[in-house]
């Protein structure tokens, strides 16, 4: 069980006696009451998916872009929800994947604090 809000992420692998055979990456955000959620899988009762990374290249991507979030010093659970959600976005137009600068980080959070 999650915290409302809170963001979590589950990577998933299958594979058979030649390898891997499935990649998959997901960062979802524990719904609050009021919130829609989606049913995933193993996430009682649901989540709202922000990015869904599916392919070794993608995955690798994906936690390449994770590496480089938490070389700042920066927890990848503290990440802004758009940032997940842009990477999303990129990763399925095949564009080129933004950074996550502690700019963008401190901008996410003075948002967060304003009433």
Do not use: K
């Amino acid at each position: 069980m999650f915290l409302p809000g809170a963001i979590l992420c589950r990577i998933r692998w299958q594979a058979n006696d030649y390898g891997t055979i499935r990649w998959q990456l997901m960062v979802m955000q524990a719904a609050t009451p009021l919130d829609a959620l989606q049913r995933i899988p193993g996430v009682q009762p649901g989540a709202c998916l922000l990015l869904h990374a599916e392919g070794d290249a993608n995955v690798r991507a994906v936690l390449e872009r994770i590496d480089d979030i938490e070389a700042l010093g920066i927890a990848a659970i503290d990440v802004s929800p758009a940032y997940w959600r842009t990477l999303a976005n990129r990763l399925a137009a095949h564009s080129p994947l933004p950074d996550y600068t502690a700019e963008r980080h401190a901008a996410w959070l003075a948002g967060r604090a304003l009433p």
